[in-house]
C-alpha cells in the first residue's frame, strides 16, 4: 500500500522558512519537509564505538546519551532517506532529533516527528508531512467529498493517517529517574559525593546526597503529574455518526475518523473531534477552549466559490469547526442533515496543534538564561585554574595521585553540586505558588 498516494495536492500557499525549506502560512509550527540526513547501522563502526564507550568509566555511553545525534554519526553511515534506518531532522528551533524509520511495506516508509507523521516522498526524495484536506484542496473540492467515503476507502485512510488520538505519552516513574539521573548536573553531583566519601567527608556528602534524593522526587512526581493532566485534558473519545457513499449512516468511534469522512452533527450539539468544514446547515459553537471567547459563534455553510479559491481554515474560520471546541446546537432547513466533512484528525488540528505546542515549546532567548550560562562558564573556569594550580605545586609534595585528588575538591568547591537540587526546589515552590 503506497501511503505516499493520499497526499492532498500542494497548496500554493507555502513561504519559504529559514532553511530554505516550505512552511503554511496557517501552522508555522509545521514544518512540511525539514532538513533531513539518512543513515544506516555500520558493523565496524558499532564495534570500535562499544570499546571507545567503555573507557574511562563509560563516559562515552553517558556522551552519546546526552547527544544522540552525534551518537548516530559515529556508529553509522551516511546514505539516501529511501533505504536509511535513521533519519537525523534538523528543528525550526535548530535543535537535531533522530528519528527511527517506520516501513509499511516496500513502496511505504514513513517517521513519528514532534508527534506528526512524515512519509517518504519519492519525488521529493525526502520525508514530507502528511497533510489532510486543510491545504491544497479548493472550497469545490471540499465540497465533492459531501457524499462520505466508501468503507474500503476508509480503512485504507485509517491506515494512513493512524488513529485520530491526541494520545500524550506518559512516561513511568522509572524512565524518568533515568532522565533526572543522568543528566549532567546530577552526574557532576554523584561525582562529587564519590570525591567526598573518599576524603572521609561522610557528613556533608550524606545531606548532599539527601538535599539531591528529596529534589529529584519532587521534580518526578511534579513532572508526571503534568503529564497526567496534559493527557486528561487532551484526551477525548466518543461515539459520532458519518456518511458512508452519501446514503448509509454508520455510528463510528471518533477515533476512527479519518480526512474525508463526512460527519452528521445532530441537532443537540457535539464535541469536536476534529477540525471540519462545514457543508450543509449552520451550527452554534462556543470555541472558549480554544481561544478564550465567550460568546458563542455562529457558523454557516462554506460558500461555493470559483474553482481556483483554495480553502484555508484561517481564511474560512466562519465555516470551520475547529476540534476541542463545542458545537451547541445545528439548524438545517427543511429534512436536510447538518454535514462537515473532516480536514484534520488527531495532533493536526487545532487542538492538537495546541497540545503540541505545550509538549514541544518553542525556545525562549532569555536574557536571564544566557546570564547563568555565562556564569558557569565563568565558575567552570576559575575552577580548572584552581586545579592545574593546585597539581602543579603540591604534585612533588604530597605525590601526583593527592595532588589530583585536592584539585578535584577545589572544582567540587567552586561550582556548588547542591546548585541543580537547590533550582529544582525553587521551580516546583515557584509552580506551587503560581497554581495558588
Not at 495536492?9 to 532538513?35: A, F, M, Q, V
Request: include cysteine.
Amino acid at each position: 500500500m503506497d501511503i505516499g498516494n493520499q497526499l492532498p495536492k500542494k497548496s500554493s500557499h507555502l513561504k519559504t522558512n529559514r532553511y530554505g525549506s516550505t512552511t503554511d502560512d496557517d501552522n508555522d509550527d509545521i514544518d512540511p519537509s525539514p532538513p533531513q540526513v539518512g543513515y544506516q547501522l555500520s558493523i565496524v563502526k558499532c564495534i570500535i564505538f562499544v570499546f571507545l564507550a567503555a573507557l574511562p568509566l563509560f563516559t562515552g555511553l553517558l556522551m552519546a546519551y546526552w547527544w544522540r545525534a552525534r551518537w548516530v554519526k559515529l556508529t553509522c553511515f551516511r546514505c539516501p532517506l529511501n533505504v536509511a534506518s535513521f533519519v537525523i531532522v534538523k528543528d525550526l528551533d535548530g535543535k537535531e532529533r533522530v528519528e527511527m524509520v517506520r516501513i509499511v511495506d516496500a513502496n511505504s516508509r514513513y517517521i513519528e516527528h514532534r508527534c506528526l507523521r512524515y512519509i517518504y516522498d519519492a519525488s521529493e526524495e525526502a520525508f514530507t508531512v502528511l497533510r489532510g484536506y486543510d491545504s491544497g484542496m479548493t472550497c469545490e473540492d471540499m465540497h465533492s467529498l459531501a457524499v462520505g467515503l466508501s468503507n474500503s476507502e476508509h480503512a485504507v485512510k485509517l491506515h494512513t493517517y493512524g488513529p485520530n488520538s491526541i494520545d500524550v505519552p506518559v512516561k513511568p516513574y522509572y524512565v524518568l529517574f533515568v532522565e533526572e539521573v543522568l543528566h549532567p548536573f546530577y552526574m557532576f553531583q554523584l561525582f562529587s559525593i564519590a570525591l567526598w566519601m573518599y576524603e572521609v567527608y561522610y557528613y556533608y556528602a550524606a545531606s548532599i546526597f539527601v538535599l539531591s534524593t528529596i529534589s529529584v522526587i519532587f521534580s518526578l512526581v511534579q513532572t508526571r503529574k503534568n503529564m497526567e493532566q496534559l493527557r486528561s485534558i487532551a484526551r477525548h473519545s466518543s461515539m459520532v455518526t458519518v456518511l458512508r457513499e452519501g446514503l448509509e449512516i454508520q455510528n463510528i468511534p471518533s477515533d476512527t475518523l479519518v480526512p474525508g469522512d463526512v460527519l452528521v452533527i445532530p441537532c443537540t450539539g457535539m464535541a469536536m473531534p476534529c477540525d471540519a468544514a462545514l457543508l450543509t446547515g449552520t451550527a452554534v459553537v462556543n470555541e472558549s477552549s480554544l481561544t478564550g471567547e465567550s460568546s458563542p459563534l455562529t457558523k454557516t455553510p462554506l460558500p461555493h466559490l470559483n474553482q481556483n479559491t483554495q480553502y484555508q481554515p484561517a481564511r474560512f474560520k466562519p465555516h470551520t469547526l475547529f476540534g476541542g471546541t463545542e458545537v451547541i446546537q445545528t439548524r438545517f432547513y427543511a429534512n436536510s442533515r447538518v454535514l462537515a466533512v473532516v480536514m484534520t484528525t488527531a495532533f493536526a488540528t487545532a487542538r492538537g496543534r495546541m497540545v503540541r505546542s505545550i509538549m514541544y515549546p518553542k525556545p525562549l532567548d532569555l536574557k536571564f538564561y544566557a546570564d547563568s550560562i555565562k556564569f558557569m562558564c565563568g565558575l567552570a573556569c576559575v575552577a580548572t585554574i584552581g586545579f592545574v594550580y593546585t597539581c602543579v605545586l603540591q604534585a612533588e609534595a604530597i605525590g601526583v595521585w593527592y595532588s589530583i585528588v585536592r584539585g578535584l575538591d577545589i572544582v567540587t568547591t567552586v561550582v556548588p553540586p547542591a546548585l541543580p537540587a537547590a533550582l529544582t526546589v525553587g521551580t516546583v515552590y515557584a509552580l506551587q505558588r503560581l497554581r495558588k
